[in-house]
C-alpha cells in the first residue's frame, strides 16, 4: 500500500499475473496520500471530542489500524507474502470497519462515512485483488522459488489452486 521501488516495480508490473482491472502502480501514492490526510482529519476530530482520556478505545482501534496498514507493504512488496498479506489485510479490514463504527459514535455517521468510506472501499479492493493475485500465481508463474510448501499440490498452469507461499527472488527453493 506503499509506493514501490524499481525493484518492486519489475515484480509486481511483470513478473505477477494480474487481472486486467489491476490498478496501475503510479496509482498507489497519490490514493493513500489522500487516504492518510482524511484518517489523520478523522483522528484529529475524535481526539478533540474528550483526548485520549475520553476518546482512548476509539484512538486505540485507530493506532491498531495504523500499524496494520503500514505492516502490509512489507509483507507483500518486500516479503513477496501474498498469503500473508492476504491474512494481514482482512485483520485490516476488522479493525478498520471496528474504527469505523468507533469514530461514528463520536464524530457521527456522515462524517466518518466522508473521512473513512474511502479508505474502507479502497482496503476492501485490495482484498479481492490479493485474493485474485494468489489464484493467479504459483511461486514459479511469479518468476520466485517457494520459501516452503503448503502441502498442497499445484501445477504451473495456475489453474490448480492456491500455491501462495512465494519468497523473495534469488531465494533457495523448488
Not at 60 to 71: D, E, Q, R, S
Not at 130 to 138: G, T
Amino acid at each position: 500500500m506503499s509506493s514501490p521501488n524499481s525493484d518492486l516495480k519489475g515484480w509486481f508490473e511483470q513478473k505477477l499475473r494480474k487481472p486486467s482491472w489491476t490498478p496501475p502502480v503510479w496509482i498507489f501514492a497519490p490514493t493513500w496520500t489522500l487516504l492518510y490526510v482524511s484518517m489523520g482529519i478523522a483522528s484529529w476530530l475524535v481526539y478533540h471530542q474528550g483526548g485520549l482520556r475520553q476518546q482512548g478505545k476509539a484512538l486505540g482501534l485507530y493506532a491498531v489500524t495504523l500499524a496494520l496498514t503500514f505492516a502490509w507493504p512489507t509483507l507483500f512488496f518486500r516479503l513477496y507474502r501474498l498469503d500473508w498479506a492476504f491474512a494481514e489485510v482482512l485483520l485490516l479490514v476488522a479493525a478498520e470497519v471496528a474504527t469505523f463504527l468507533a469514530f461514528s459514535k463520536v464524530i457521527g455517521l456522515l462524517l466518518v462515512l466522508l473521512l473513512l468510506g474511502p479508505l474502507l472501499a479502497w482496503t476492501a479492493f485490495t482484498t479481492v485483488l490479493i485474493y485474485a493475485l494468489m489464484l493467479r500465481n504459483s511461486p514459479k508463474r511469479a518468476g520466485l522459488s517457494s520459501s516452503s510448501s503448503t502441502g498442497s499440490s499445484s501445477t504451473d498452469d495456475g489453474k490448480s489452486g492456491l500455491r501462495p507461499l512465494i519468497s523473495k527472488p534469488g531465494t533457495a527453493g523448488n
